[in-house]
């Protein structure tokens, strides 16, 4: 079983900066790519970006320009910088790995439990 544990969330004012990241933990499994993804209250759950081991990215278009996704692979680690926030940004943040079993080649995908990001107009 692989564990993800989301830190860096907070309250700021629009136009701030913040960063997230996403510590996996886990023994004999192989991480390919890992993503975010957020959730607003009474709205579903939507991908912000993903990166592979490459790495490539890929970004939603309401944060390209603006969120960064990154990796370090030797730590099973993802982060996500977020520059000019908005309000619109709001959400609960939430980190996925997807990869497989080393000694099976079993598929598996994990999510962390959330870090709340709120940004005030």
């Known amino acids: 079983q692989v564990q993800l544990v989301e830190s860096g969330g907070g309250l700021v004012q629009a136009g701030e900066s913040l960063r997230l990241s996403c510590a996996a933990s886990?023994?004999?499994?192989?991480?390919?790519?890992m993503a975010w993804y957020r959730q607003a209250p009474g709205k579903q759950r939507e991908l912000v970006a993903t990166?592979?081991?490459?790495?490539?990215?890929n970004y939603a278009d309401s944060v390209k320009g603006r969120f960064t996704i990154s990796r370090d692979n030797a730590k099973n680690t993802v982060y996500l910088q977020m520059n000019s926030l908005k309000p619109e940004d709001t959400a609960r943040y939430y980190c996925?790995?997807?990869?497989?079993?080393?000694?099976?080649?079993?598929?598996?995908?994990?999510w962390g439990q959330g870090a709340q990001v709120t940004v005030s107009s």
């Open positions: 996925r790995a997807d990869g497989y079993r080393e000694s099976s080649f079993e598929p598996f995908n994990s």
């Open positions: 990166i592979t081991r490459l790495p490539s990215t």
């Open positions: 886990g023994d004999g499994f192989r991480i390919n790519t």
